[in-house]
């Protein structure tokens, strides 16, 4: 007797907390795409140049891309654009169509506007943090430069970005080989120079205690990153399927975010860029 009490009374504590497991609301799901700049910008301190994605051979493999990511079945997908529109809705992607894929170089086009239009969607956010008027620099390299010039630690800096340099000579040199689907695996597999924190981290101590530009550097960093998120989080509600379509530098914080952040969970777009690979070589025979 006091057996089949005790089990009520241990099904009935578990009770609630089943309850509030049944009344959670489902993650928001976020796969962030790290890239890089299809169209040469030059913008970064690190430039890769990239070959022509607007040729028959490219555009057949970023197809494939964008078929496998809409597999993933994206409520959503964000690129690196500014809005002024409430939900950051970008107007350009109104005006898209396909055969813009044949003129406009950009991965914010090749990528983010083609997968979401295969996966029938019919807004694009742009959730882009750039600093308006007054507003500090989120990534101030001139002073993290002059800096290590006025304090005797050029070579703390040379030796931050020297990682760089040579893994972005393998990449050019990859793209002679490399399906798209294949040099953006080389993006975003974790511990690459270019998607990874040991630059920031290595500069962490440049400057002296009151001019601590690299510690100034990683704040504004993480600041424009946070404000990015931010703006997802301002789109999105429980159940969605995000895809986040950015610069391959952002991944690090944009992932941290996606993991850590309660209500959101990420998602590896390694196993669909190798679907990717596999439609490549299938619409290749």
């Known amino acids: 007797m006091h057996f089949k009490l005790l089990c009520a009374a241990v099904v009935a504590a578990l009770l609630p907390v089943a309850t509030l497991a049944a009344d959670a609301p489902a993650p928001v799901q ?8 299809f169209g040469n910008p030059g913008l970064d301190v690190n430039n890769i140049k990239a070959d022509s994605v607007l040729t028959p051979a490219r555009q057949a493999e970023l197809a494939a891309v964008a078929r496998a990511f809409a597999e993933f079945k994206p409520t959503h997908v964000m690129v690196e654009m500014q809005s002024d529109a409430p939900d950051f ?9 396909p055969a813009d894929l044949a003129t406009k170089a950009n ?6 506007y083609r997968t979401a239009r295969v996966a029938g969607l019919t807004t694009v956010n742009g959730i882009d943090e750039q600093p308006k008027a007054g507003e500090p620099d989120y990534f101030p390299y001139d002073k ?15 030796a931050a970005n020297a990682p760089i340099a040579p893994w972005m000579k393998a990449f050019e040199a990859a793209q002679k080989t490399h399906s798209v ?16 924190m040991a630059f920031y981290y290595d500069i962490l101590p440049l400057g002296d205690a009151d001019d601590q530009a690299g510690a100034d550097l990683n704040a504004a960093w993480y600041l424009r990153n946070a404000k990015i998120f931010g703006k997802a989080m301002h789109v999105v509600k429980p159940g969605d399927r995000v895809l986040i379509v950015y610069g391959a530098g952002h991944g690090f914080w944009l992932r941290h975010f996606a993991q850590n952040v309660p209500g959101y969970q990420l998602v ?9 690979k596999l439609g490549t070589r299938h619409a290749n025979r």
Do not use: C, W
């Open 107 to 112: 991965e914010i086009v090749q990528i983010g």
């Open 268 to 276: 590896d777009p390694l196993p669909y860029l190798a679907r990717a």
């Open 89 to 97: 809705a970008l107007a350009a992607y109104t005006q898209f169509t």
């Open 181 to 196: 689907a294949q040099l953006l695996t080389m993006m975003n597999t974790p511990g690459t120079p270019v998607s990874g």
């Open 144 to 158: 993290v430069e002059a800096s290590a010039a006025k304090f005797g630690q050029t070579a703390l800096l040379t």
């Open 30 to 37: 976020v796969m962030v795409l790290g890239t890089y700049h």
